[in-house]
């Protein structure tokens, strides 16, 4: 990473309800047996539960949605949504059941209809057919007959996370189906709806797992390294603050997964920011405590806090926007979504005349004591710092520039990745 001294820029609160009141502990869901509003199925060894919860509603709407939590700790904790895309609202005549053709269905009675479905294809009697919440928060669809001499699985929710991987559950490729299971970080602290930052096994074939990036740039932000059969190369603390890691790869899949332990409770997150954090409850705890967090820094995210601003790993908060500009929803950053970075407070007086420019009004500020990460730039043929602010003050798509080392750099789109950082880390610049 390049560091540059001086930048030239031309100028709600948690709302979560679990259903109330809930009346059965059961672990199964068999035909003619819905789970209803306000029941919920409970794993054997009490540890998780599913069942309905609302999410992120407002005075005028309410979100409901399916999800696995964590049933024998008081912080409510989702660790997987069945709809996250596809919020229910007529949430009390809703109800969890085995369908006709088998699948497990979320109807809505009201208007006799489908909002959500495990959509298998299959060939079985529904009366044979049984999901249940197993012991490593699994929900597990299968078919029971007694005929056989073992239930055959049909569908998995392992197989289809959203934000969270449970322990033991697989991060990777089904080769036979083309399943890839991959953490999708949720929109905002109160929405579980699909975010801007990604989980997955590296696409690219190295064995190793990556976090990449929604917004502009797919290409990874951060690696685990190569795993070298006993750990990941680049992550040696991983194995040390996690506990049991493994890397499977056959001529059926390939996965990553990790294990703690069956009496530790341990929420591993792709967060909202963009950071894997790895928490465990420790025995009469009252909150989650952090144990890892990749990548360290929350400003290694790319993207981390939007558009025209400055990320310090150093502060608290860690985004603030640059000189001249204010954060476009205030709404959206107090729920942890910074997406939509900062905004010019005045916008800027650039006319297209012919083939040239025209900025009567607009003038320069400077950022000093930052690096530019991956911020996308140009560099042209100025051989000054006035000859490189002429170079963007003539296109009406330069947002900024810099002038270090006899290289001009200007930047035409929206400035991201700009990091503050100590002048003395920097190199000379004007």
């Not at 409901?64 to 949430?91: E, Q």
């Not at 040696?236 to 332990?261: A, C, D, I, M, Q």
């Not at 200007?410 to 503050?420: A, G, M, P, T, Y």
Request: charged share 15%; net charge negative; aromatic share 10%.
């Amino acid at each position: 990473m390049a560091y540059l001294h001086i930048l030239i820029v031309l100028l709600s609160s948690l709302h979560l309800i679990l259903g109330n009141h809930a009346t059965t502990t059961r672990d199964t869901i068999s035909a003619g047996q819905p789970l209803r509003i306000h029941d919920k199925l409970v794993s054997q060894n009490g540890r998780y539960a599913l069942g309905f919860f609302e999410a992120g509603s407002s005075q005028n709407t309410s979100n409901w949605y399916l999800g696995i939590w964590f049933n024998s700790i008081p912080k409510f904790t989702v660790g997987w949504v069945a709809n996250r895309d596809a919020p229910m609202k007529n949430h009390t005549s809703l109800e969890l059941k085995i369908s006709h053709d088998g699948n497990l269905v979320v109807a809505n009675r009201a208007t006799d209809s489908i909002v959500w479905s495990t959509e298998v294809n299959m060939n079985y009697r529904n009366n044979t057919i049984i999901a249940v919440l197993l012991n490593s928060s699994n929900l597990v669809l299968r078919d029971d007959d007694a005929s056989n001499s073992s239930s055959i699985s049909i569908w998995q929710s392992f197989d289809h996370p959203t934000d969270s991987l449970f322990q033991w559950a697989k991060l990777g490729w089904d080769n036979a189906t083309g399943l890839n299971r991959r953490l999708v970080s949720k929109k905002n602290s109160i929405s579980p709806a699909s975010g801007l930052y990604r989980e997955e096994l590296d696409p690219s074939g190295v064995n190793q797992v990556v976090l990449a990036s929604l917004i502009r740039s797919t290409k990874p932000y951060w690696a685990s390294g190569a795993w070298n059969g006993n750990r990941f190369n680049s992550s040696p603390e991983v194995s040390r603050n996690v506990g049991f890691l493994s890397f499977v790869e056959t001529t059926h899949e390939k996965y990553h997964t990790y294990h703690v332990s069956d009496e530790v409770d341990v929420y591993y997150n792709l967060g909202v920011s963009g950071q894997v954090k790895v928490f465990v409850w420790p025995q009469g705890s009252q909150d989650w405590v952090l144990a890892h967090a990749e990548p360290r820094s929350p400003c290694d995210v790319y993207a981390a806090c939007g558009p025209y601003t400055v990320c310090d790993d150093g502060a608290l908060p860690h985004c603030t926007c640059m000189k001249g500009f204010t954060v476009t929803s205030v709404e959206d950053w107090e729920l942890d979504d910074r997406s939509s970075g900062c905004s010019r407070n005045t916008a800027l007086d650039c006319n297209l005349s012919g083939e040239s420019s025209v900025r009567s009004m607009d003038k320069f500020l400077s950022v000093p004591c930052v690096s530019f990460g991956q911020s996308e730039h140009k560099t042209d043929g100025a051989k000054s710092s006035g000859e490189c602010a002429q170079v963007c003050l003539r296109n009406c798509s330069c947002t900024a520039y810099s002038f270090s080392n006899d290289t001009c750099l200007v930047w035409h789109q929206e400035l991201l990745n700009i990091r503050q950082i100590q002048c003395g880390a920097a190199a000379d610049s004007n």
